[in-house]
């Protein structure tokens, strides 16, 4: 993992390295269906340069999560590595929001 302020790494690249997608196609696609915010502005090419600092917003089967990028990498590694290459902030599935709503007390009137 190459680490730095004055680095960066296309966002299509980043996304496989980091294990979010497959392959870079998926990442592409990712980009074109507008799942991918980069600093809270949606993404509308895959070639956008990422840096450490960068908060990526992330929709992909079935989660939103929400991570802040500490590197970059030359290859796909391991997922050890892998996880290496950002901080999660938040993540919660669709099922996971629906079963706290279920969950909560109905309102009194």
Known sequence: MRK???????????????RFVKHRADAQALVEAGNLRVNRV???KGSLAIKPGD????AVAGQV??????????R???PAAARQLYEEISG???EGAA????????PVC
């Not at 999560?65 to 030359?74: I, N, T």
């Open 76 to 78: 796909r590694g391991p």
């Open 92 to 94: 919660q599935t669709h």
């Open 42 to 44: 949606r993404v509308s």
């Open 4 to 18: 730095g302020k004055d680095l960066s790494q296309r966002i299509d690249k980043w996304l496989v390295y980091a």
């Open 99 to 106: 079963q706290k709503q279920d969950a909560s007390p109905p």
């Open 55 to 58: 908060h990526l917003t992330i």
């Open 65 to 74: 999560r929400v991570v802040k990028v500490l590197g970059e990498a030359e």
